[in-house]
């Protein structure tokens, strides 16, 4: 998912190639994938394994409060999982 410029080192950031999050506050899991409250990004990510990816779910990273396909958060902070629905906490 992320990769280091010197494998085994970490410095800053900047050492980090790929995707970063900022100030993640919870975490679901579900049918082998994770979901990211990336609370500063204002985005929902989710991390496959079998992918090996990082991608944005929901949020365009702008802080809003508008629901729907095109969803914006005002720094989302927790998740919950029911009947095949994801439902996410806002904290603004």
Not at 55 to 76: I, N, R
């Amino acid at each position: 998912l992320l990769s280091f410029k010197t494998p085994g080192v970490y410095r800053t950031p900047a050492d980090v190639t790929g995707p970063l999050l900022q100030h993640p506050l919870d975490v679901l899991y579900s049918e082998g994938k994770i979901y990211v409250a990336d609370t500063y990004n204002n985005k929902v990510k989710v991390i496959d394994f079998k992918k090996q990816s990082l991608s944005t779910l929901a949020g365009d990273g702008k802080p809003g409060l508008v629901d729907g396909e095109v969803a914006q958060f005002d720094e989302p902070a927790g998740l919950a999982l029911a009947k095949g629905k994801l439902y996410v906490a806002d904290t603004n």
